[in-house]
């Protein structure tokens, strides 16, 4: 019996992807009192928890390092709200969003447009396989991966290791690549977003060394960046990489189905939801993107066959981490040893 979760879990009746979004369409508009608040509770402790962190390195280093693993998650947090003024979820004002956004994405270390272009590629192609390679996980069909040569199948191998994709990865794509609007080198907009992002990252770094010396880098600003990486690459891993996701050719793939079916609804504990802003109810997110985070959960009280649909534990998205091949036959991702034994 597979250890994932079935991903098809609607009731006979249930509309169809397309039809929901008039459905979630009532559910789009942000409440800028609501908005307002959900900033200054993610803003407010971070900025608190940082300067608690720095005058803590007076005292005892670990407990400035513990400290910013705490900020963590309202990094993380941070990182949704950005999220969402991509998506002009968060204020129905689009400029506002936008400037809140580019702000949020000096914290960060994310440049906001360059990233918002990236991952609306994302959403637009979700699921389709002729259009990998922006905005997603690099992932490979079966076959592509037999005609590989030797030294490119251990490439992809290392690629998708936990240790890289989990671990090396996340520090990689935050401290490095986005220092380079990567994937739109030919827009001097994308340009301009990344130097500037670093041009402040630069400055605000330059302020904390003058005034407090390499130990608030090295053990406020990294542990607290490093932890909410990773822990964003989990989430956007288990949002798409489970063994029923959805994926199509060109002529096959559907925008909606896409959405709903090849997203998950990764179900944690009340803590772990707020500090990840619901991103975890994925599938509606992606069905429509408008929705404000602080509305998914209402879509989920009001629609129980939402509230049912492709629904992921955390043990079962541990197994998750092991699959690595989508099988165009049997329509499932697949481990490398599963992969392999479709050959006998």
């Excluded at 992807?17 to 800028?32: F, G, M, N, Q």
């Excluded at 699921?127 to 030294?151: A, K, M, P, Q």
């Excluded at 936990?162 to 220092?179: M, T, W």
Aim: with cysteine.
């Amino acid at each position: 019996m597979s250890d994932f979760p079935d991903a098809s879990r609607f009731d006979a009746g249930t509309p169809a992807a397309r039809e929901w979004v008039k459905t979630l369409a009532a559910y789009r508009e942000p409440s800028a009192a609501r908005s307002t608040f959900e900033l200054l509770v993610t803003v407010g402790p971070f900025v608190a928890l940082w300067a608690l962190a720095w005058w803590s390195l007076s005292i005892s280093y670990w407990l400035a390092f513990f400290i910013s693993i705490v900020n963590a998650g309202f990094l993380l947090r941070l990182f949704a709200i950005q999220h969402d003024c991509g998506h002009g979820a968060f204020f129905n004002n689009r400029t506002l969003s936008d400037w809140l956004g580019r702000g949020l994405g000096v914290l960060t270390l994310t440049p906001y447009d360059v990233w918002r272009r990236s991952h609306s590629i994302h959403h637009s192609s979700s699921g389709n396989l002729g259009r990998r390679g922006i905005g997603d996980i690099n992932t490979l069909t079966v076959t592509e991966y037999r005609e590989r040569s030797l030294f490119s199948k251990i490439l992809y191998r290392l690629y998708r290791h936990p240790i890289v994709l989990f671990g090396l990865g996340p520090g990689y794509l935050f401290l490095l690549q986005n220092r380079l609007p990567l994937g739109l080198m030919g827009s001097a907009k994308y340009w301009i977003s990344a130097m500037g992002t670093n041009a402040a990252i630069l400055v605000a770094l330059g302020i904390i060394l003058y005034f407090g010396g390499i130990a608030p880098i090295v053990l406020i600003f990294l542990p607290s960046t490093l932890l909410a990486a990773t822990a964003g690459m989990w989430l956007f891993y288990v949002q798409h990489q489970f063994e029923t996701t959805r994926w199509d050719q060109d002529d096959d793939w559907q925008l909606h189905d896409a959405a709903l079916h090849g997203s998950s609804h990764y179900v944690l504990p009340g803590v772990l939801n707020w500090i990840s802003a619901n991103i975890g109810i994925h599938h509606v997110h992606h069905l429509y993107s408008r929705i404000p985070f602080y509305r998914l959960p209402e879509v989920l009280r009001d629609h129980v066959d939402l509230a049912k649909a492709n629904r992921m534990t955390i043990r079962e998205s541990l197994a998750c981490a092991r699959l690595h091949l989508w099988d165009e036959r049997s329509k499932k991702l697949l481990s490398f040893s599963q992969a392999r034994a479709l050959e006998h």
